[in-house]
């Protein structure tokens, strides 16, 4: 099995795990919580505590005895039946660690390369949250012992952050309630203002709000992934939310009107832009595990509007085409955000990404065929002429997961509206750069993969020079990380927030 790693820029994830300084208690050390505490703790909760094991240990008969290593080597890259393992991460590399000196602990899938079957950075215990209370019992336990502390629904992470080696997690997953509101009032605001809403719990994933917008009659600002599987309200739209629909109606961010939440003191607040402001301002956009654990958004609903989807697909293997084929698809981006178009492009020879090397999906909203064949035939024909054998057709759409693209009404929204990268207000496309490793590889293989893309990344930059990336599709191997925090700082001076959360998974010291 290869693990893919990746690095993004607006235009801008990648990890070798490594010892960071310490502050906080983890698994193993004196200071861990005894098993009479964990059974206090037990005793508050909805659910027992879960005890997270790798998938892939199900291969493993000695670590998992119980395990099915062929439902785990089936569902392997199935992105629902990962979110639904406590212990499985969408990035499997995530689920390894690598120590200073070059040891790697993890599991791999294939169980016959002779690695031993660890726990690598999946935290050894957690909550499984079904209610708020179980949230905040288990946010005032980690704070009491000094836990690492990880929130975890889907696994879905450029930067790791559902995962960390000794930690306690929080598992979101099953808080899976939704409610839709055709007259929701924000708490705080005057009555006169109403909205159509979805209020979708951090559990639930986009393939449950979509269908629970079409049963309404709505169309709801979501993510893209396999099968739906990104969750909804959690690190989505904790780093901004980017959508195919984004151009026509904004980020995730701007279509958030009102959320809940539980602070580091195990406190549960609603926030809005009437009450707790500074906390709605910092969380759209700030980072998911922060400055607090999400456990609902409530979302404005839009009208369905018809749709047509331009699909281009072809396989090829000059780089040379591949290059001319993207710069054309580039020149098309001005003109076509601001029309409210919106664009998911792949370019791969990754099997588990796509199984062809181009892959382009464009969303037109409310442009007649006629206009949309109009405006996109010359690309089909430039695509035609460098790869004859390419499919590209336009067709009647009823809707689509959603992909990366800002400009449109993304660009004449405010950037201190919100703590998100202000990047996103200048942005017009989105760009991830990927590569990986097979299982097994050694630390100076990986070291090698992740040097090429920290090569890419300078690539990347030098184009958009000072554009940042999408939080949650960011590089850990930030070339000039002072002067990023800076460009973010000087859009902070003067907001609501103050800078001093309890910040869950990252805090640590020798």
Not at 216 to 223: D, E, Q, S, V
Request: aromatic share 10%; proline share 5%; glycine share 10%.
């Amino acid at each position: 099995m290869k693990t893919i790693l990746w690095i993004a820029s607006l235009f801008t994830s990648v990890v070798l795990s490594k010892p960071k300084p310490r502050c906080r208690c983890l698994y193993g050390d004196s200071c861990w919580p005894t098993e009479e505490e964990f059974a206090q703790l037990q005793s508050k909760l909805s659910q027992p505590l879960i005890r997270p094991v790798l998938p892939e240990s199900a291969c493993y008969p000695e670590s998992n005895p119980s395990g099915n290593c062929t439902d785990v080597q089936a569902n392997t890259l199935d992105g629902r039946w990962r979110s639904d393992q406590a212990g499985s991460m969408q990035s499997t590399n995530f689920e390894t660690f690598i120590f200073r000196n070059g040891t790697i602990e993890g599991c791999y899938l294939n169980a016959t390369l002779g690695f031993p079957c660890q726990q690598g950075s999946v935290p050894p215990v957690g909550v499984d949250a079904r209610r708020v209370e179980d949230v905040q019992v288990a946010v005032k336990f980690a704070a009491d012992h000094d836990l690492l502390l990880v929130v975890r629904s889907t696994g879905h992470d450029y930067l790791g952050r559902s995962a960390a080696i000794g930690a306690f997690m929080i598992w979101t997953h099953h808080l899976k309630n939704i409610t839709a509101n055709s007259a929701f009032v924000p708490d705080g605001a005057p009555e006169s203002g109403t909205y159509n809403t979805l209020t979708l719990q951090s559990g639930v994933q986009w393939f449950e709000a979509y269908d629970a917008a079409q049963e309404n009659g709505r169309t709801i600002i979501g993510g893209l992934s396999a099968g739906g599987s990104v969750g909804a309200a959690g690190g989505w739209i904790s780093g901004g939310g980017h959508s195919a629909f984004a151009p026509q109606h904004g980020l995730g961010i701007d279509n958030a009107i009102q959320i809940t939440i539980v602070t580091t003191s195990g406190e549960h607040l609603t926030a809005n832009s009437h009450i707790n402001s500074d906390l709605f301002w910092a969380v759209r956009g700030g980072g998911g595990g922060t400055y607090s654990v999400l456990t609902s958004v409530t979302y404005r609903t839009h009208e369905i509007t018809p749709l047509t989807a331009v699909i281009v697909a072809s396989n090829f293997s000059l780089l040379a085409v591949k290059k001319d084929i993207l710069t054309e698809h580039l020149k098309l981006w001005p003109g076509l955000s601001d029309a409210g178009w919106g664009s998911f492009l792949v370019l791969s020879n990754a099997v588990a990404i796509s199984n062809t090397n181009l892959t382009l999906v464009l969303v037109v909203p409310n442009i007649s065929w006629a206009d949309t064949n109009a405006t996109i035939n010359p690309f089909f024909d430039f695509v035609r002429d460098a790869q004859p054998d390419t499919f590209a057709t336009t067709i009647p759409f009823g809707g689509f997961y959603s992909c990366h693209v800002g400009g449109g009404k993304v660009s004449e929204i405010d950037p201190d509206s919100a703590g998100l990268n202000p990047a996103w207000r200048k942005a017009i496309v989105h760009m991830v750069v990927g590569s990986g490793w097979l299982s097994g590889s050694t630390v100076d293989q990986i070291r090698a993969v992740q040097q090429q893309l920290k090569d890419d990344l300078a690539i990347l930059e030098s184009l958009a020079p000072g554009g940042g990336a999408y939080f949650n599709e960011a590089s850990l191997y930030e070339i000039n990380p002072l002067h990023s925090l800076e460009t973010i700082m000087n859009v902070w001076k003067g907001s609501r927030i103050r800078m001093t959360p309890w910040v869950f998974s990252s805090l640590q010291k020798e």
